[in-house]
């Protein structure tokens, strides 16, 4: 039902900046809460925002609050992940993911896309 692709992952120094794209294809798109999770090599994969439907509630992980942002145009079909302030630590596949449920546990999620890598060196 929901088909979601991201992009916008790369390399950036530490203390820089990235944003993360992710476009997605169903006509109930607005259902949908959105989430960001990300896998580093050795790493269970980590929760890492999400949004709800509406926009109006946000949840991020401790380790990314005050740094990232979260947020979605559901005209677009778009969820994006602003990334700031990246650290090494930050390296890892970011995955977004769909469902109709507004939780942090990936279990919960019935659709993801294939992940975008990004790198932040040292």
């Known amino acids: 039902q929901v088909l979601l692709v991201e992009s916008g992952g790369g390399l950036v120094e530490a203390g820089g900046s990235l944003r993360l794209s992710c476009a997605a294809t169903?006509?109930?798109?607005?259902?949908?809460?959105l989430g960001w999770f990300r896998q580093a090599p050795g790493k269970e994969r980590e929760f890492v925002a999400t949004i709800s439907w509406s926009g109006g509630r946000t949840y991020y992980a401790d380790s990314v609050k005050g740094r990232f942002a979260i947020s979605r145009d559901n005209a677009k079909n778009m969820v994006y992940l602003q990334m700031n302030g990246l650290k090494p630590e930050d390296t890892a596949v970011y995955y977004c993911?769909?469902?109709?449920?507004?939780?942090?546990?990936?279990?919960?999620?019935?659709?993801w896309g294939q992940g975008t890598q990004v790198t932040v060196s040292s």
């Open positions: 993911a769909a469902d109709l449920a507004f939780s942090y546990r990936s279990d919960d999620y019935d659709y």
């Open positions: 169903g006509r109930t798109f607005s259902r949908y809460n």
